[in-house]
C-alpha cells in the first residue's frame, strides 16, 4: 500500500497502526487518559493535536510526524519564492530526507505511468540523479 501523502488523514492511520499492533484499546485509552468515545472521534478526525500526535507516536513507536515532513517535501513551495531568508532561533534542516514510503510513492507513479520522470522532477523538485539512483537501486 503506497501512502497518499497529499491528503493526509491521520486518525485513520492511527486506528491502522494501533491495528498492526495489536494494541488493545483499554491501553491506548489508559496511556492517553481519554475514554473510548474519544478514541473513536480521534479515529474518525484528519487532524489532531500535536502533543496527542507524539503521545500515539510513542504509544505505538511510530514517527507519525514524519507523515507530514514527507508531505513538506512533495508538496511545499521551491526555498527561496516569497520568503525573506534571515537569521532564525530555529533550527534549521540541511537536506531533504528521503524516507523509503516516500521513494516507493514516487517510484510507484513512475512505473504505474501516472507521472513521466520529468513529471516527477518539476512537480515533486527531486534532483534528476537522486531520482535516477533511486531507479537503479529500488525499481524491481
Keep these: 500500500m503506497f501512502m497518499n501523502f497529499k491528503n493526509i488523514h491521520i486518525g485513520q492511520m492511527i486506528e491502522q497502526k494501533i491495528k498492526e499492533n495489536g494494541i488493545e484499546i483499554s491501553r491506548v485509552c489508559n496511556f492517553l487518559n481519554i475514554m473510548d468515545a474519544d478514541l473513536q472521534q480521534i479515529y474518525k478526525s484528519a487532524n489532531i493535536d500535536c502533543d ?14 514524519r ?7 512533495l508538496y511545499s513551495p521551491p526555498k527561496g519564492l516569497n520568503i525573506k531568508q534571515g537569521k532564525t532561533h530555529l533550527p534549521v534542516f540541511r537536506k531533504a530526507i528521503y524516507s523509503k514510503e516516500l521513494i516507493d510513492f514516487i517510484l510507484e507513479q513512475i512505473s504505474s505511468g501516472r507521472k513521466t520522470k520529468s513529471q516527477i522532477i518539476e512537480e515533486y523538485r527531486i534532483p534528476k540523479t537522486t ?8 525499481q524491481k
Design 52 to 65: 496527542m500526535l507524539l503521545r500515539f507516536s510513542k504509544l505505538t513507536e511510530y514517527d507519525f510526524f
Design 67 to 73: 507523515t507530514y515532513s514527507q508531505h513538506l517535501i
Design 131 to 138: 531520482l535516477y539512483k533511486w531507479i537503479k537501486k529500488f
